[in-house]
């Protein structure tokens, strides 16, 4: 492989693949508790009404189900009003975001012991061996635990608005957390940031340019946002905070409202009034999402609304780049010439491809080998393994 | 949120790379992880066997929501497989689930090669054959199987000489 992409092997981003294949039940632990479209760790954990009983992130379901009214996994018919909290597999992320680290902690402290007695085996072992053990070295393993876990933000620092006010996703609970806190927050076992500490992030940003930037940037100014300051202005949606009863809000049909109304109904949830109309639409119906999903994560978990906002801001930038990226243009693509300028790259996938040792089971139809990461139970909620997606087609 | 998609992407790659299902492989470009480079290798007991098709891929922020564009940059002869290389499969439309991820689209682009669908065809030729003439099939298919083994540079003078002989032919 290539340096130039190995570099994203090494990227900070936890994944069951940081375990051991031989380690019994690790990989399989750790996939078995991230949501199978996301690959994260589940967020606010729901489960849906499929006889399966699948389980996804609250958000990343309610997003596909705009799409298509089905379960991802079985594809039986489900329904967004249908969605259930599943709090056992909440707590047991929460405790295995705590323990993930740790255990790799162990792992590798293992493996250094026996690394060094081999070592010790052939050079006729000296005591210093002993101590090796002990400290933490920066050997690339030691990047991805300890440097790893926590830095996720680096390597996608060009990628987010967040790096530059400096806060990072947290990378067990992806709340939005400013930098120099991380660790703590992590220690602690990811409480929400308080408000306090997002102040530093939703000031006035370094370059608001734009009417929405500034509208934004108002917004976060006022402090009218938080959930704690809000009480009694002007509607219900003002009081609703992250708060333990609060209810979950209303979707609506777009086509159904005017251009006035949807403004209204913006306001009233304290969002900025800017842009079109399929603009506004669609900055309602995420933030219904978002502040629905993030009901569904228990009261301690969930994420004030200052912090939904801002995702909310995040999102809408993101959406922002996505419009005015230029698209690769399909007509003037040779794909001859390209071939040509990546025929190193090609050469290595052949190589990565060609099957190592040629046998008969190679053919799909038969079912690859199991891996060691299929679980034995078709319905569990592990991701569809290749075999799965043969049978997901049919 | 954009890092999202990213970060989707890249356990997608560690994924590809720790467990690489037999016959196929892919990884990001190194300059931008939305667009992937593949390889699939024609499986075995098919006409398509030891050919070597690259393909690309184009990603999206919108992924794992929506699918990634796929297109093969191998010549191919299949029923399902366009002139220009894109694919008529159903996963990659209307089938698509936010679960699917890049070692399950190159399995299943694979296992296409083994099933055509002849029912709902790309490359009307192609279908016709595979239902009625399987062994000019075969040999038509055979042919871009060598043809994917050849450096680009010796496929591009193949190709002209062709069309030198076309035009001195006509």
Same mark, same amino acid.
């Given at each position: 492989?290539?340096?130039?992409?190995?570099?994203?092997?090494?990227?900070?981003?936890?994944?069951?693949?940081?375990?051991?294949?031989?380690?019994?039940?690790?990989?399989?632990? /750790?996939?078995?508790?991230?949501?199978?479209?996301?690959?994260?760790l589940?967020? *606010?954990?729901?489960?849906?009404?499929?006889?399966?009983?699948?389980?996804?992130?609250?958000?990343?379901?309610?997003?596909?189900? #705009?799409?298509?009214?089905?379960?991802?996994?079985?594809?039986?018919?489900?329904?967004?009003?249908?969605?259930?909290?599943?709090? *056992?597999?909440e707590?047991?992320?929460? *405790? %295995?975001?705590? #323990?993930?680290?740790?255990?790799?902690?162990?792992?590798?402290?293992?493996?250094?012991?026996?690394? #060094?007695?081999?070592?010790?085996k052939?050079?006729?072992?000296?005591p210093?061996?002993?101590?090796?053990?002990?400290?933490?070295e920066?050997?690339?393993?030691?990047?991805?635990?300890?440097?790893?876990?926590?830095?996720?933000?680096?390597?996608?620092?060009?990628?987010?608005?967040?790096?530059?006010?400096?806060?990072?996703?947290?990378?067990?609970?992806?709340?939005?957390?400013?930098?120099?806190?991380?660790?703590?927050?992590?220690?602690?076992?990811?409480?929400?940031?308080?408000?306090? /500490?997002?102040?530093?992030?939703?000031?006035?940003?370094?370059?608001?340019?734009?009417?929405?930037?500034?509208? %934004?940037?108002?917004?976060?100014?006022?402090?009218?946002?938080?959930?704690?300051?809000?009480?009694?202005?002007?509607?219900?949606?003002?009081?609703?905070?992250?708060?333990?009863?609060?209810?979950?809000?209303?979707?609506?049909?777009?086509?159904?409202?005017?251009?006035?109304?949807?403004?209204?109904?913006?306001?009233?949830?304290?969002?900025?009034?800017?842009g079109?109309?399929?603009?506004?639409?669609?900055?309602?119906?995420? %933030?219904?999402?978002m502040?629905?999903?993030?009901?569904?994560?228990?009261?301690?978990?969930?994420?004030?609304?200052?912090?939904?906002?801002?995702?909310?801001?995040? %999102?809408?930038?993101?959406?922002?780049?996505?419009?005015?990226?230029?698209?690769?243009?399909?007509? /003037?693509?040779?794909?001859?010439?390209?071939?040509?300028?990546?025929?190193?790259?090609?050469?290595?996938?052949?190589?990565?491809?060609?099957?190592?040792?040629?046998?008969?089971?190679?053919?799909?139809?038969?079912?690859?080998?199991a891996?060691?990461?299929?679980?034995?139970?078709?319905?569990?909620?592990?991701?569809?393994?290749?075999?799965?997606?043969?049978t997901?087609?049919? | 949120?954009?890092?999202?998609? &990213? &970060?989707?992407?890249?356990?997608?790659?560690?994924?590809?790379?720790?467990?690489? =299902?037999?016959?196929?492989?892919?990884?990001?470009?190194?300059?931008?992880?939305?667009?992937?480079?593949?390889?699939?290798?024609?499986?075995?007991? @098919?006409?398509?066997?030891?050919?070597?098709?690259?393909?690309?891929?184009?990603?999206?922020?919108?992924?794992?929501?929506?699918?990634?564009?796929?297109?093969?940059?191998?010549?191919?002869?299949? =029923?399902?497989?366009? $002139?220009?290389?894109?694919?008529?499969?159903?996963?990659?439309?209307?089938?698509?689930?936010? @679960?699917?991820?890049? $070692?399950?689209?190159?399995?299943?682009?694979?296992?296409?090669?083994?099933d055509?669908?002849?029912?709902?065809?790309?490359? $009307?030729e192609?279908?016709?054959?595979?239902?009625?003439?399987?062994?000019?099939?075969? &040999?038509?298919? &055979?042919?871009?199987?060598?043809?994917?083994?050849?450096?680009?540079?010796?496929?591009?003078?193949?190709?002209?000489?062709? @069309?030198?002989?076309?035009? @001195?032919?006509?």
């Open positions: 492989m290539s340096d130039d992409v190995a570099k994203f092997l090494d990227a900070d981003i936890p994944d069951p693949t940081d375990f051991p294949a031989d380690a019994p039940g690790l990989r399989q632990l /750790d996939e078995a508790l991230r949501c199978t479209m996301c690959r994260e589940f967020e *606010a954990p729901v489960t849906v009404n499929c006889p399966h009983g699948h389980c996804f992130c609250s958000m990343c379901i309610r997003t596909a189900l #705009a799409t298509k009214d089905e379960c991802p996994l079985c594809r039986h018919a489900i329904r967004e009003v249908h969605l259930r909290r599943n709090t *056992a597999v707590d047991a992320v929460r *405790a %295995w975001g705590l #323990a993930r680290t740790f255990v790799l902690q162990v792992l590798r402290e293992k493996e250094e012991a026996k690394a #060094a007695t081999v070592a010790s052939y050079f006729s072992g000296k210093k061996s002993k101590k090796r053990r002990r400290t933490p920066l050997s690339s393993d030691d990047e991805v635990v300890e440097v790893g876990e926590r830095n996720v933000s680096h390597s996608l620092k060009g990628h987010t608005s967040s790096s530059s006010s400096g806060v990072v996703p947290c990378p067990i609970c992806n709340k939005s957390v400013p930098m120099q806190n991380i660790n703590n927050h992590i220690d602690q076992g990811c409480p929400s940031p308080k408000d306090a /500490d997002l102040d530093v992030l939703l000031s006035p940003s370094s370059k608001s340019k734009g009417k929405q930037k500034q509208e %934004w940037s108002k917004l976060f100014q006022g402090g009218g946002a938080g959930s704690a300051t809000t009480g009694s202005k002007k509607g219900k949606g003002k009081s609703r905070g992250a708060d333990q009863d609060a209810d979950p809000l209303p979707k609506i049909a777009y086509d159904t409202v005017t251009q006035k109304r949807l403004r209204e109904i913006l306001e009233e949830l304290d969002l900025p009034t800017t079109d109309r399929a603009t506004m639409s669609a900055r309602h119906s995420r %933030w219904v999402n502040f629905n999903a993030n009901l569904d994560a228990s009261p301690s978990q969930r994420k004030s609304v200052k912090q939904l906002m801002l995702e909310l801001r995040r %999102w809408e930038e993101a959406e922002e780049k996505k419009k005015t990226r230029a698209k690769l243009d399909a007509k /003037d693509f040779d794909s001859g010439q390209y071939q040509k300028d990546n025929k190193t790259t090609f050469a290595r996938l052949v190589e990565a491809a060609k099957p190592k040792a040629p046998k008969k089971s190679q053919s799909p139809h038969e079912g690859p080998p891996s060691s990461l299929s679980p034995s139970d078709g319905d569990s909620i592990a991701p569809p393994r290749r075999t799965e997606v043969v997901i087609e049919d | 949120m954009s890092t999202n998609c &990213r &970060r989707r992407l890249i356990r997608d790659f560690k994924r590809l790379s720790s467990d690489p =299902p037999g016959g196929i492989s892919g990884s990001p470009c190194p300059d931008n992880i939305m667009l992937w480079n593949a390889v699939i290798f024609g499986p075995v007991d @098919t006409p398509f066997e030891d050919g070597t098709f690259k393909l690309l891929l184009t990603f999206d922020e919108s992924y794992p929501t929506k699918p990634p564009t796929v297109k093969f940059l191998s010549r191919m002869f299949h =029923p399902n497989v366009y $002139a220009n290389g894109e694919l008529c499969l159903d996963i990659l439309q209307n089938r698509w689930s936010p @679960t699917y991820d890049v $070692a399950a689209i190159l399995t299943s682009i694979q296992s296409l090669l083994h055509p669908n002849p029912n709902s065809p790309a490359n $009307a192609a279908a016709q054959l595979y239902r009625e003439n399987m062994k000019e099939y075969v &040999r038509r298919v &055979r042919a871009t199987v060598e043809e994917s083994w050849l450096d680009p540079e010796e496929h591009e003078k193949m190709e002209t000489e062709v @069309t030198e002989t076309q035009s @001195t032919t006509t």
